[in-house]
């Protein structure tokens, strides 16, 4: 089975719907809620209306079930899907073109969601409405530990039941707004990363309490939340997955959540570093610029020269997410193609959006064009979801068939 790298034309209405919103409703209104952390768009309660309504009829990847499709289905031999995780990666990448911190704000449409759609079980996705009336945040760091997901100290014990909940967990994206927190805690210390289990916790629920709000370098649309849980009380049956212990597959169940949302956070930067592009080439053939694909890089200006470069950095790193999404559809092991997809496309998200602040010179540096907010917004999507430094780690860990324990 080989991918075919031109998109479907069945995903063209993916494609035109969310530019449409990235440059209609988030592009007028980026700056605003830029300068007004912390305040909700509510211009996006409309938008998450449509989303919903359209993920209803199978047109968009929206929802916690985007991400399914019909993974569950016999296909025949030779079948090729671009369903629901591709949807999602098109999604994010053309509505982070307008905006990433209001696209990251859209109400249903959280990274939560993504988790959900990745291991929650049929009974579980109907019992959340279909994924449908939840908008999932995702509560993973805590304070004593940032990259190192095996570290989770916040607890899940069992009760009878129930599970009740004890830890704190910082810089939550949606935190403060979701309706739903996806929370990674241990269901017994002693076993080790093997019992670190996800949970579906409702937002407004006794034990929950969202401590405070961060201020940030980026995204200031989207509200980053500290949040406690003090004797959190919840049914069994909101741990995603399955709730066995096995020693033996470890960390692997739960770190399945990445497989789907790297390759979202990797569109995300995509998507950021297409609209620097886009400005920068604007600004440069205005000041008498040409980008001649035609010649070598050497024969032309430095500063075009230097767009070429970023250009197949960035078609490099659009590549690396679609078949991420493709892979991922095609129920294809994509854990190693998810970590290359965000590597690429994090660290060339930061190097795309910082030369078009320095080739733009004094306008790139100011507020007359929005040059240095997608700066300050991309440095973000190569630390969350997993560093840099991680990635290339899972990576190498992958292709030399190391296991954690040996390749640190």
């Not at 998450?48 to 499709?69: D, E, F, I, K, V």
């Not at 449908?132 to 805590?142: F, P, R, S």
């Not at 940030?216 to 939340?225: V, W």
Request: aromatic share 6%; with cysteine; hydrophobic share 40%.
């Amino acid at each position: 089975m080989a991918i075919n790298l031109e998109l479907p034309k069945k995903l063209d209405n993916t494609i035109d719907q969310a530019r449409q919103a990235a440059l209609q409703i988030f592009r007028p209104i980026s700056r605003k809620y830029d300068l007004a952390e912390h305040s909700y768009p509510v211009e996006l309660d409309t938008l998450a209306s449509l989303y919903n309504g359209l993920a209803a009829t199978g047109q968009a990847g929206a929802g916690a079930a985007g991400g399914r499709g019909d993974a569950n289905k016999e296909r025949p031999e030779g079948y090729v899907a671009n369903g629901g995780n591709m949807q999602s990666v098109l999604n994010s990448m053309w509505a982070s073109y307008g905006d990433v911190a209001l696209m990251l704000s859209i109400p249903y449409q959280g990274l939560g969601n993504a988790a959900i759609a990745a291991v929650a079980t049929d009974e579980q996705l109907e019992m959340l409405g279909g994924g449908d009336e939840v908008w999932a945040a995702m509560a993973i760091t805590e304070p004593s530990f940032g990259s190192d997901s095996a570290a989770v100290t916040t607890t899940a014990t069992p009760d009878g039941d129930d599970y009740v909940i004890n830890g704190e967990k910082i810089f939550v994206t949606a935190g403060s707004r979701a309706s739903h927190i996806v929370v990674w805690a241990s269901v017994d210390r002693s076993l080790g990363r093997a019992a670190i289990k996800s949970f579906v916790v409702p937002r407004e629920h006794p034990g929950v309490t969202v401590a405070r709000l961060e201020h940030k370098l980026g995204i200031r649309a989207s509200d980053t939340a500290v949040i406690r849980f003090e004797d959190c009380r919840i049914p069994k049956e909101y741990l995603l997955g399955s709730p066995e212990v096995d020693v033996k597959k470890g960390f692997g169940g739960v770190m399945q959540t990445f497989d789907n949302t790297r390759p979202m956070v990797a569109a995300m930067a995509v998507g950021v570093s297409r609209a620097s592009l886009e400005e920068l080439r604007k600004l440069l053939e205005d000041a008498g610029i040409e980008i001649d694909y035609d010649k070598p890089a050497a024969d032309q200006p430095a500063a075009a020269a230097e767009f070429i470069r970023l250009e197949a950095d960035w078609e490099a790193s659009y590549l690396l997410t679609l078949r991420a999404a493709w892979m991922a559809d095609n129920k294809k092991p994509n854990s190693l193609e998810a970590s290359m997809s965000k590597a690429k496309a994090g660290r060339t998200g930061t190097d795309v959006t910082n030369k078009a602040v320095e080739l733009a010179s004094t306008v790139g540096y100011s507020e007359r064009t929005l040059l240095e907010k997608w700066a300050r917004d991309s440095k973000i999507l190569d630390i969350f979801e997993g560093t840099q430094q991680i990635q290339q780690l899972i990576i190498a860990r992958r292709i030399l068939g190391k296991s954690s324990a040996e390749l640190k």
